[in-house]
């Protein structure tokens, strides 16, 4: 364990590179940032010539702001949604009537599938109007006519 003490940048390279790797493998988003403060604490461990818990003090640091900051400035590569969340996605799409709207109630075609579907406001559509999904509940779309 001397060379640590030695050669801190090998260290802290080593340790962005497995958590790099990780992240690579995994493609949670989350280990980018603790990666990059690995990097960022050999570039310091190079300059200043600072102890193990020091390091590891900076490196958790960096850890942590490096990631409220990724969230903050990158929301979407962080808490992204499912791309397999069909149900999520579905907001703002358009539509098609497939069967009449009738007190409220009918069924769309959206994004190639059909779904039952409550009408805002109740009433009625006739077949072949547009609708726009204002929201989902359950496997029920919410819609407006659009």
């Known amino acids: 364990m001397d060379w640590v003490s030695y050669n ?7 340790v962005g590179g497995l958590l790099l790797a990780a992240e690579v493998a995994t ?6 940032w603790p990666a990059g403060a690995a990097v960022v604490t050999a570039l ?11 390091l ?11 990631t409220l900051a990724g969230r903050r400035f990158f929301p979407h590569a962080v808490t992204g949604g499912d ?6 996605r579905l907001a703002g799409s358009d539509g098609v009537v497939t069967h009449p709207f009738h007190n409220g ?10 779904w039952a579907a409550m009408l805002d406001g109740g009433g009625a559509l006739p077949r072949g109007s547009k609708v726009v999904v204002t929201g989902v ?3 029920q779309l919410r819609v407006r006519a659009g």
């Not at 791309?83 to 999520?88: K, R």
């Not at 109630?105 to 059909?114: I, M, N, P, Q, S």
């Open 8 to 14: 801190p940048l090998a260290l802290w390279l080593a």
């Open 27 to 32: 493609g949670s988003g989350w280990l980018l």
């Open 44 to 54: 310091i461990a190079v300059a200043l010539p600072l102890s193990l818990p020091v």
């Open 56 to 66: 590891a003090g900076i490196f958790a640091v960096l850890t942590i702001v490096t």
């Open 83 to 88: 791309i397999n969340d069909t149900l999520s």
């Open 105 to 114: 109630a009918g069924r769309v075609l959206v994004d190639g599938k059909e």
């Open 137 to 139: 509940g359950g496997a």
